[in-house]
């Protein structure tokens, strides 16, 4: 079956400080791949998508991500972080069923600044 | 602009009492999805809408239904509404299509008293 880990519950960055967050999946066939952020008492906003082709993606708001087949993995970037990323962020992994396409989602990442 | 609209964005009901909320969209798309999000935890798929068609996930409760009346609009109602209801309850669309995004509303915040 389809599962996605994020295996950081809560992580904590300096302003300014890189980032990356790690997400693990597991799919049999070729997986799509998303991350989005959510901020506190708000909907999903999708960051970036990884479908095939080359496997570092660039997404809003100075984000990336990197496929890696050998290690399951699609991890998330940020050179510099902002206060303004402080956020959930979720990972997660198409999984397409007949003709409907569910999204499971991992179950987070809380990143905070620090000033 | 495109989007994803829910109302209310916050809905305080009592226990029992039955509640119904509203989601709408701008997209066209023909798929749209309710989750429900407890605090610190991921979304989980109630269900959704294929075009017409319902997919109900099988641990969703009998508790929970929904109509979607036309291409733009999708409700979801809670017959009777218990404190574990309780969570932020998200709706989402997405075109037809192997890995698709999805476009998530922002949200309808459910409190049960």
């Known amino acids: 079956a389809q599962s996605v880990t994020q295996p950081d519950i809560h992580i904590t960055v300096s302003e300014g400080a890189s980032l990356e967050l790690r997400c693990n999946y597991s799919y049999g066939a070729t997986p799509y791949l998303f991350w989005y952020v959510q901020s506190p008492g708000q909907g999903l906003q999708l960051l970036l998508k990884y479908f095939s082709g080359d496997t570092l993606v660039q997404g809003i708001k100075g984000f990336e991500a990197e496929f890696k087949r050998s290690q399951s993995s699609f991890n998330l970037r940020k050179p510099s972080v902002h206060w303004s990323d402080a956020a959930e962020y979720f990972c997660a992994v198409g999984a397409w069923m007949n003709r409907d396409d569910k999204i499971i989602f991992g179950k987070g990442t809380r990143l905070h600044i620090l000033p | 602009d495109a989007m994803v609209i829910q109302n209310p964005r916050y809905q305080v009901t009592q226990f029992g009492k039955p509640v119904t909320l509203s989601c709408s969209q701008t997209l066209n798309h023909n798929v749209m999805y309710w989750y429900q999000q407890k605090s610190s935890q991921a979304p989980k798929l109630l269900f959704h809408?294929?075009?017409?068609?319902?997919?109900n996930e099988a641990d969703t409760p009998d508790n929970f239904q929904s109509r979607r009346p036309n291409t733009s609009f999708c409700f979801l109602d809670i017959r009777s509404p218990g404190l574990g209801d309780a969570a932020m309850y998200l709706c989402a669309t997405s075109r037809a299509g192997q890995g698709i995004e999805q476009y998530f509303g922002p949200g309808t915040r459910l409190t049960v008293t």
């Open positions: 809408y294929y075009d017409k068609d319902f997919n």
